[in-house]
């Protein structure tokens, strides 16, 4: 069994900066892939940012050059750094580790509001 924990996130005001982090353990032979996934209200879960084990980086044209994944692979971790915020970037993100299987985290909240 894997699991997943996400930390970070919160409020931040328009042109902020937050820092997420999400860390696997348990039975994980390799991973394949981890990233990021958010869900604003009353929208379909949509993809952020995603690194593969080969380091491949993509992101959702919506955050280019705004956010940056980075990786721990000593540590099983990633995290998202998370600039220039905008109201629309307000969603509950998802931490996801394919090892290879599926794994998500609980989801944390990221409000961005003046």
């Known amino acids: 069994q894997v699991q997943v924990v996400e930390s970070g996130g919160g409020l931040a005001q328009p042109g902020g900066s937050l820092r997420l982090s999400c860390a696997a353990s348990g039975s994980i032979f390799k991973v394949y892939a981890m990233g990021w996934y958010r869900q604003a209200p009353g929208k379909q879960r949509e993809q952020v940012a995603i690194i593969t084990s080969d380091g491949s980086i993509n992101y959702a044209d919506s955050v280019k050059g705004r956010f940056t994944i980075s990786r721990d692979n000593a540590k099983n971790t990633v995290y998202l750094q998370m600039n220039s915020l905008k109201v629309e970037d307000t969603a509950v993100y998802y931490c996801?580790?394919?090892?290879?299987?599926?794994?998500w985290g609980q989801g944390i909240q990221v409000a961005v509001s003046s």
């Open positions: 996801i580790f394919r090892v290879p299987g599926a794994y």
